[in-house]
């Protein structure tokens, strides 16, 4: 976990690194999108890592620590799963869940 967690947040660093620290969401400053670079990588790890959420149907996207999810879900009980998991996640102050259930 601090494996994918460390190269995540590497890579991170290196993409804002070779944008030459263009950071147009909003007018963010760099240290809050890699901040939210590093939450949205940390809820989709976690995902990955629970045996009721599909990682590969959510998707994930923060913005000044508020986790917005949205995708398709098998069941209410992987929606609610997902949204517990992200809000459980260091830095997120709110969590927007638009997973359908289909």
Do not use: H, W
Request: some cysteine.
């Amino acid at each position: 976990m601090l494996k994918t967690i460390a190269l995540a947040s590497a890579l991170a660093l290196g993409a804002v690194t070779i944008t030459g620290c263009a950071v147009a969401r909003d007018q963010q400053t760099v240290g809050s999108y890699i901040d939210d670079t590093t939450i949205t990588t940390q809820v989709k790890a976690r995902f990955a890592e629970d045996p009721i959420v599909s990682a590969m149907s959510i998707k994930v996207e923060t913005l000044k620590g508020v986790v917005q999810l949205s995708g398709f879900a098998k069941n209410s009980a992987e929606r609610d799963q997902a949204a517990t998991i992200a809000a459980n996640v260091k830095g997120v102050t709110r969590v927007t869940n638009d997973i359908i259930v289909k």
